[in-house]
């Protein structure tokens, strides 16, 4: 992953970690037997406990994770949701983070062990571009950082293991992974013959548990599943915790038809309507959470893509409007739109009712309102839909200027099948390369 990839993908605070399988004792420390039983009178405490030290909270063959890690790298969780997360929801998400800093500390360990370095101009450009995402400089975006019990170290040290990391893939995974040309051709062969079918675009969370031992995984799934239904993003819990290829941009699959998914999850998206997100469903290897981002059909243009040039004309009242007032307004509307002739009388008409005029040149007929949508998807350009109101704008009409009709979806390039496929096959042999260090390292 590149690290404009990073930064045009990484979503309030969020960058995805490859999380799972560390072991559950941990933060564990048994009690030593000789002192069960005693009465606690007989006990001398020696030396003091200072909450101020930065205590080890983990050890990844010998490099430290402290509690502020942890608590930072939380926080930016919690950031990323907009603080919509309960303190019930914090403390479940502690050892998930936990695994997540272990993780990074291994791709950053084993990079410098394969000798591939990332340099801080690196880290400072995509650290510089993620602010920018969120329309600050370098220096504010610190400030907000730190706001919200976050750090700008944090964010680097996550952006330096993800560099780290797809540039240890890129020498030392990618060149053995193999996609025949027949294998993409046969894909493009299917595609071909698929014509007016369904296809979806879809994301993933996908939690990497062995078979028969996911019962920790499908809790944490449900967790992830409960959240985003109440609210958080999807996007983040991707990035954050799913151990699939498209992590890095969010859990975003793309386009891909039923065929193309494991049943399970074909099963799940048959059920969901655009926007929804699925209950927890067993895969190969783990546990997945799906979402229906949006649907089409395949090589066939979908009439609700079409862009729009749309003017605007609309009267705003002062303090609530009486039902006189409403009524005033519509029918001056009513009546201006009548001999109206055409957008390019809409500024001039407006100043002679008093209303106000404004456009809008690149809006999707999907993005509308249903009631909007079918009537504007009725109207020949230079007419104007009947007057409409709400609290916050007044009494509006829209003129229809323009209209963008998509074409059909072109068909992938023999590039774009491969790079898929390669793209699923690296994220795979990615876990597994996980997998191993974690089995190697002492933690």
Do not use: H
């Amino acid at each position: 992953m590149t690290a404009s990839a990073i930064a045009l993908t990484w979503m309030a605070g969020l960058t995805p970690g490859l999380a799972q399988d560390a072991p559950e004792d941990i933060a564990q420390v048994a009690a030593p037997s000789d002192f069960l039983g005693r009465d606690p009178a007989e006990l001398l405490v020696l030396g003091k406990s200072d909450p101020l030290v930065r205590k080890a909270t983990a050890l990844v063959n010998g490099d430290v994770i402290t509690d502020t890690d942890l608590e930072q790298r939380l926080s930016l969780v919690v950031a990323a949701n907009g603080g919509k997360i309960s303190d019930e929801e914090r403390e479940r998400l502690r050892l998930q983070v936990l695994r997540n800093l272990i993780d990074e500390r291994l791709q950053v360990q084993e990079a410098k062990a394969k000798e591939i370095s990332v340099e801080k101009k690196d880290i400072d450009d995509t650290f510089g571009r993620v602010a920018k995402n969120f329309k600050k400089t370098p220096a504010d975006f610190d400030a907000y950082l730190r706001e919200r019990g976050a750090s700008a170290g944090t964010l680097r040290a996550q952006i330096k293991a993800e560099l780290a990391w797809s540039r240890l893939l890129r020498r030392k995974v990618e060149p053995f992974v193999n996609v025949g040309d027949d294998e993409v051709q046969s894909v493009i062969a299917q595609l071909e013959k698929s014509k007016g079918l369904e296809e979806y675009r879809v994301g993933e969370i996908f939690l990497a548990a062995p078979a028969g031992a996911d019962t920790a995984q499908l809790a944490t799934a449900e967790n992830i599943v409960k959240q985003v239904r109440s609210g958080a993003s999807f996007v983040a819990y991707a990035r954050q915790f799913s151990e699939s290829a498209s992590a890095s941009t969010g859990g975003d699959m793309g386009w891909m038809r039923a065929a193309q998914l494991p049943e399970a999850e074909r099963t799940a998206i048959a059920a969901l309507t655009t926007g929804q997100v699925s209950d927890p469903v067993r895969v190969s290897g783990g546990i997945a959470v799906v979402a229906l981002v949006d649907k089409r059909q395949v090589r066939v243009a979908d009439p609700d893509n079409a862009v729009l040039n749309l003017k605007q004309m609309s009267i705003e009242f002062k303090g609530v409007p009486t039902e006189a007032d409403g009524q005033a307004a519509v029918a001056k509307l009513t009546e201006a739109t009548k001999s109206l002739g055409g957008c390019g009388r809409v500024e001039t008409v407006a100043k002679a009712i008093g209303a106000e005029a404004s456009s809008n040149d690149a809006l999707r007929l999907k993005d509308m309102p249903l009631a909007l949508r079918q009537i504007v998807s009725k109207m020949r350009v230079g007419e104007a839909t009947p007057p409409f109101d709400s609290a916050a704008d007044g009494v509006r009409v829209l003129v229809l200027c323009g209209r963008d009709d998509s074409a059909a979806p072109k068909m992938p390039t023999f590039d774009e099948v491969y790079s898929q496929m390669n793209e699923q096959r690296t994220g795979l042999a990615a876990r597994r390369y996980l997998r191993d260090l974690r089995r190697d390292a002492i933690i």
